[in-house]
């Protein structure tokens, strides 16, 4: 089946880049969803991928994906106290998950030194 | 626009008490979710739900059933709670081809089961 891998911890300094990095198995996966959730709140979307895409950028956010190694990646330009979250990593053979849901991957700790 | 709102936010159950957490939408969306979130396992599926009147199984569905007899609410119903139970439960909505917009999850649902 599915699966979605993560490291369950990233820890930097604050003002440094953050790149949060996850993998995936499913080589139909077309869309790929990074969430993130601060504490005690559900999740967020911050920001999405298709699979015919390299690259996605949105202000301090740069998504790269490599779909040969299914290799998708996070960079946080600047990191920020409020950036302190976990992040997920999802993916979906349909748009917006369908009705088979979204394969979360465990989450990333961001934890931000000062 | 309250978006999704989850009923409780907390609740200690007693092994073997039943119990319904409600969940409601005003966003129009056909399909709702309902997660579970343990500490190391990220997001699990348990149900769901791509209309009025349609529920399906997810990953872990076993000790919990659900009903969507409106459009807008989703309950998630133990039967006879576990300690294995415990957990924050998290729902969801998306529009059917929702693409864009991804998941909007609810605040969760800690419940503790002794």
């Known amino acids: 089946g599915e699966d979605v891998e993560q490291s369950l911890f990233l820890s930097v300094r604050e003002g440094d880049s953050s790149v949060i990095n996850c993998t995936y198995t499913?080589?139909?996966?077309?869309?790929l969803y990074w969430y993130k959730q601060e504490p005690g709140a559900g999740l967020q979307l911050l920001t999405y991928?298709?699979?015919?895409?390299d690259m996605k950028q949105d202000q301090r956010l740069t998504v790269l994906l490599n779909k040969k190694d299914k290799h998708l990646s996070l960079r946080i330009a600047d990191t920020q106290t409020g950036d302190s979250a976990i992040y997920f990593c999802?993916?979906?053979?349909?748009?917006?998950?369908?009705?088979?849901?979204?394969?979360f991957g465990k989450g990333t700790h961001l934890i931000i030194q000062p | 626009n309250a978006g999704v709102t989850q009923t409780p936010k907390f609740r200690v159950l007693k092994t073997g008490q039943s119990m319904t957490l409600l969940c409601a939408q005003d966003?129009?969306?056909?399909?709702m979710y309902w997660y579970r979130q343990d500490p190391g396992m990220g997001l699990r599926l348990i149900h769901y739900?791509?209309?009025?009147?349609?529920?399906a199984k997810g990953e872990v569905p076993d000790g919990y059933n659900v009903s969507r007899l409106k459009k807008q609410n989703f309950l998630l119903g133990l039967e006879s709670a576990a300690p294995s139970q415990t957990s924050v439960y998290f729902c969801a909505s998306s529009l059917q081809t929702g693409f864009l917009s991804g998941y909007t999850f609810g605040s969760g649902t800690r419940l503790t089961v002794v």
């Open positions: 999802a993916e979906s053979i349909r748009p917006g998950g369908g009705a088979d849901g979204l394969t």
């Open positions: 499913d080589s139909s996966s077309t869309y």
């Open positions: 966003m129009n969306h056909e399909y």
């Open positions: 739900s791509v209309g009025e009147g349609t529920t």
């Open positions: 991928i298709f699979s015919n895409m």
